[in-house]
């Protein structure tokens, strides 16, 4: 059975009134990745945040390194975790502000240490 391909995805949090804002809901998110800091070995999807600014409002960005499925994974955690009145949109991101996470994912599982 082949593996799925890994891409960077953007997992976008529309609608913050300013970065603070957007900011408080990254913890949240960062415990439904990855639930146990102190867990042994990398994590499934490497992952990392930034914001952005939209036309009026402002975005939590989570970029990911992930399958398609995975991908849609994360994007159902960070819904339940957003509500109803957070727009989530998941896209394959072009801008390589999350490039590091693809370097992160080789170094971490060049030894055999975690999921490919």
Do not use: K
């Amino acid at each position: 059975m082949a593996l799925e391909m890994r891409r960077l995805y953007e997992v976008r949090i529309h609608g913050f009134a300013n970065g603070e804002e957007a900011l408080a809901l990254q913890a949240p998110i960062a415990r439904a990745l990855c639930a146990d800091e102190m867990h042994a070995g990398p994590c499934d999807v490497p992952w990392g945040f930034t914001v952005g600014d939209e036309e009026e409002t402002v975005a939590l960005i989570l970029g990911i390194y992930a399958t398609v499925g995975q991908a849609a994974d994360v994007a159902g955690r960070v819904r339940a975790i957003a509500g109803e009145t957070r727009p989530v949109s998941v896209n394959e991101d072009d801008t390589d502000q999350f490039e590091g996470l693809v370097e992160q994912h080789r170094i971490e599982n060049e030894a055999g240490a975690g999921p490919q």
